[in-house]
């Protein structure tokens, strides 16, 4: 199978679903434009606070929002489930994206924006009640905390594991600082300024593949992971904190242009070069991997549809939003382009080897498979063979993949960490703490907890330690969320099944996937992991069953 005939499909079925079932949503079930023609004033500007609440361009909050959720979940999910084969990966991806994930981080944009920005959570105490906000909390609490964890761990070893990103990387930060300040003081559009910030990180990327950053003769060898995570944190609270003009939607704008650049070059380098599809269409029973039903669905979790996704859908995004017509292009359209990003790195998993005997070694088993680092790894590999094929050297290819991989986990780093300031904040307004309502506590709070989970296991990998658990939480929160919207819509008059429909069978998937891992944790004696999973069960199906009760009634 020609790999450019599977990116054609692909890319031809989001730009239709775009221009029909996103504007069919838009316009039929949410009524945006009616909503802009009333003048009705977005969170934006009736709380405007200069902080979090801040008006933002279109595209520049685009740029935010897409590479806030274009981590590396993206890249990781498909990369391990193409163990089952490319078409599983494929079909999911493309269906999962269109009808469920998009929809799902449109409707959670829009109900924010609808009810003052407010969390996912805060949403929910108005239809659900507040015992089940404070449960959405905790839900919540629990998947950004591993985020963070693992996000670190993961962008600390894409440094070690490729040097030459480290200097483009960080001066992507400096120079974000630098336009914010130019563009709060001058009034000047952002635009021009990024694109030369984005030329400027062409020329980074090539004196960093010349001069590549290897901390081992500074802090030893041994010191090196645990350095960069500990640097990731502190980044991560200080974005956090900062005004979202100054960091934040500066340097999403230019890691949006990155973005497009990445895909276009690897588009083009799919078409063009169009490797051979090594990998079998359908490997059924991998060795000691889980049944492909349901776990390729929770596998291919931010590539197809993610509850993470609606935190920040409601978190930071809806809290900039200039007008509502601009929720269809930022939450339907940056979840097709986060579907185009899973269909490349599933393409180059399945293209990056020589033959299928090659990939069938890479595949060997799921302990093979299952590998986070090694698996984005692949991909760059296998991305940067796309970029060659386009007669860019090697070496740079490799390098122009790591800085964007690393760009947008990044993003997702720092943004989980700020959301993670929301729900804490949120949690001290529901149990009347107080000190939790101040950012800087809830900041540290933020980074100090996911440095914990960090060390509890052997050189900062405590993280991992949960992970199993990561794809379940992540589809569990989105079904919740696509609950609420279906409760919401009902009580307003309008036509439910959009959303109920994947909420059933979200809910299906990871209920059984629970399950499936509930067992397999008292089988090895993990009984930690096996209370928190027994307790996800539990939550999901009390706020599942009191969601039905008020959707019936």
Known sequence: MESSILFVIGLSVFVTAYFFYGEHLSKKLFNLFALDEKNQKTPAYEFEDGVDYVPANKNILFGHHFSSIAGAAPIVGPAVAAIWGWLPAFLWIIFGVVFMGAAHDFGVLVLSMQNQGKSIAHVCEDYLGPRIKNLFLLVIFFLVWMVIAVFALVIANLFISFPSSVIPVNFEIIIAIVIGLAAKNTKISLTVPSVIAQMMLMLMIYIGTIYPVDLSGLV????????????????????????????????????????????????????????????????????????????????????????????????????????????????????????????????????????????????????????????????????????????????????????????????????????????????????????????????VIAVGTAFLLMISGDKGKGGLSLWPLFGATNQMLACLSLMVISVWLKRNGKNSVYFLFPAVIVLVVTSIALVFNLIKFFEIGNYFLALITSTLLIIEFFIAGLSVKIFRS
């Not at 934040?248 to 650049?261: A, S």
């Not at 509502?324 to 998993?349: H, N, Q």
Request: hydrophobic share 45%; glycine share 10%.
């Open 220 to 443: 030893g060898e041994n010191n090196v992971l645990m350095t960069w995570m500990i640097f990731l944190l502190v980044y991560s609270f200080i974005a956090s904190i900062l005004p979202v003009w100054l960091l934040l939607q500066p340097r999403d704008y230019i890691n949006c242009h990155q973005l497009f650049l990445g895909l276009g070059l690897m588009s083009f380098g799919v078409i063009i070069v169009s490797p051979v599809v090594v990998a079998p269409a359908i490997n059924p029973n991998p060795e000691g991997a889980p049944p492909w039903f349901p776990f390729l669905f929770i596998t291919i979790a931010c590539g197809a549809i993610s509850g993470f996704h609606g935190l920040v859908s409601g978190g930071t995004t809806s809290k900039q939003v200039k007008e509502f017509k601009d929720a269809k292009p930022i939450g339907y359209g940056s979840m097709l382009g986060e579907g185009l990003l899973a269909l490349l790195a599933t393409l180059a998993v399945c293209t990056g080897f020589s033959d299928s005997t090659h990939w069938h070694d890479h595949y060997s088993s799921w302990s093979a498979a299952n590998g986070l680092t090694a698996k984005i790894n692949a991909f760059v590999l296998g991305a940067g063979g796309f970029l060659s094929g386009l007669g860019i050297p090697e070496n740079i290819s490799q390098t122009v993949i790591a800085v964007l991989i690393i760009s947008f986990a990044a993003t997702s780093l720092d943004t989980a960490c700020r959301i993670q300031r929301y729900i804490i904040s949120e949690l001290g307004e529901s149990f009347s703490i107080k000190p939790l309502k101040n950012r800087y506590v809830s900041g």
